[in-house]
């Protein structure tokens, strides 16, 4: 199926239609779209995401979250699927952008950045339902679609397929939570579902082929389960033991904001050097990413309620 898709006439328009984008590159632009990119990359989901759940709109949170992971458990499904090389592995000669070749490991289609950007940003539309968001959301997309085709990472059907799966996510996760219900008994229902389903991806994705991307997919795989598996552990603690109401004055909230993504970040970082001296396996990456998940939902709320006794004590 792969060798069909890459060897035909359809692939090679599309493979030219990257090298006259890249014909129209300049240093200028290339920083430019490098930077647009990175709106599109795990990071800023977890950074609006974790805000969303934290300060606004909890019961929303856990629906987000779960869009994402589904969203990522969907996208690692159809890179195993269909193994279609990078651009720059199909034609040697064609050049990228440097700067985007980190972030662009594993199998090329579909591309998870512009799925993250219709996920994250249309998501936020629709929770906003103001004509300004669907139109910031529509050019957030557009532009970070743009982008991975300028730095030369991703085809247009990378590109075009991604917002396809992005909006029937968004659909589906809609269409499940409207009948199920928000909240975290609904949400663990959701994830324990998708986590058992993230253990036949591991499964599949260790029966891959060996390649250059095999370990991106395996490790992929891995991190997906222990995110999903962490956000349900965290939110059934939560829920238990803290019930906090997301609500507080707003320099409390940029208090919460900023020390509770400066853990998250230490956590991703900090465990990557701990785990990878202990051994290299990708289920090291379950491990960093259930920590992760489930400290941003089940531990760090716990001090919301000592920000919630000072707030009230200025009052």
């Known amino acids: ?9 359809f692939f090679a328009w599309m493979m030219q239609m990257l090298r006259d984008i890249a014909e129209t590159r300049t240093p200028f632009f290339d920083g430019i779209m490098s930077r647009v990119t990175v709106l599109g990359e795990e990071m800023a989901f977890i950074v609006i995401g974790l805000i969303l759940f934290w300060c606004i709109d909890k019961r929303f949170g856990y629906r987000f979250l779960f869009m994402y992971v589904a969203g990522n458990f969907v996208n690692q499904l159809l890179k195993a699927i269909f193994m279609i090389p990078r651009p720059w592995v199909i034609d040697p ?4 952008v440097e700067a985007a ?3 662009a490991s594993g199998w090329s289609f579909p591309s998870g950045h512009t799925q993250n950007a219709l996920l994250l940003y249309g998501g936020l539309s629709r929770r906003v339902k103001k004509w ?12 970070i679609g743009y982008s991975r085709m300028y730095l ?8 075009g397929v991604s917002l396809i799966t992005g909006l029937l996510l968004i659909a589906f996760t809609e269409a499940l939570f409207n009948r199920i219900g928000d909240g975290v008994k609904p949400f663990a229902i959701a994830c324990a579902v998708l986590a058992a389903l993230c253990i036949g991806l591991i499964i599949f994705a260790k029966k891959l082929p060996m390649s250059e991307t ?3 997919q395996v490790k992929g795989a891995f991190m997906l389960f222990g995110t999903t598996f962490g956000l349900l552990a965290g ?6 033991f803290i019930d906090f109401d997301p609500r507080s004055k707003w320099w409390v909230q940029i208090i919460k904001a900023v020390v509770g993504l400066a853990l998250v970040l230490a956590i991703r970082v900090g465990l990557k050097k701990l785990l990878g001296l202990i051994s290299q396996d990708a289920s090291m990456d379950a491990i960093r990413y259930f920590a992760m998940s489930f400290f941003a939902l089940g531990v760090y709320p716990l001090f ?8 009230k004590a200025r009052e």
């Open 1 to 9: 199926m792969t060798e069909a898709i890459t060897q035909s006439g």
């Open 93 to 96: 000669d064609f050049k990228i």
């Open 101 to 103: 070749r980190e972030g």
């Open 132 to 143: 300004w968001g669907y139109l910031i959301a529509a050019l957030l997309i557009v532009l």
């Open 152 to 159: 030369g990472v991703h085809t247009l059907l990378d590109v």
């Open 214 to 216: 095999y370990n991106d």
């Open 235 to 240: 939110g059934v603690v939560e829920k238990r």
């Open 304 to 311: 919301f309620k000592l920000f919630r006794k000072r707030d």
